[in-house]
């Protein structure tokens, strides 16, 4: 297991690869930040007991996908739960197209074989 600083040991790690729509880069910077404030933000607290996000810019390196939304998550409910209100939004397959969906278990393999995590 890895050392972390969330309120919980994540269960599963959640990538999504998302890009960004014509309308959503039509807003301005302001307008883009208040959509954040007000529709994804209280979403993030409302399951932060549960759920932790990074954001991640990939647009300078790739065209098939813009952002990776990083959730980890201290089980597969509270991951369904997030899901569940994020598609409730415009953020969900409208000002950004969700591409691909990969999840994951962090060192499963050396777990299920009871050895230590390789590490750099």
């Known amino acids: 297991m890895t050392e972390t600083s ?4 994540p269960a599963l790690t959640v990538f999504m690869l998302v890009k960004t729509s014509p309308e959503w880069l039509g807003f301005s910077v302001d307008r883009r930040f208040e959509l954040l404030a ?12 549960g759920i932790a996000l990074r954001f991640f810019d990939v647009e300078f390196y790739a065209t098939r996908v813009t952002d990776v939304w990083m959730w980890d998550a201290k089980d597969h409910h ?10 409730e939004t415009a953020f969900w397959d409208r000002y950004f197209d969700i591409v691909e969906i990969l999840p994951g278990v ?3 393999y050396a777990r299920n074989y009871d050895r230590p995590a390789i590490n750099a």
């Open 38 to 49: 007000e529709q994804f933000t209280p979403i993030l607290k409302k399951h932060a007991a």
């Open 78 to 87: 509270a991951y369904e739960l997030l899901v569940e209100d994020l598609r």
């Open 106 to 108: 962090e060192n499963a």
């Open 6 to 9: 969330l309120p919980f040991e």
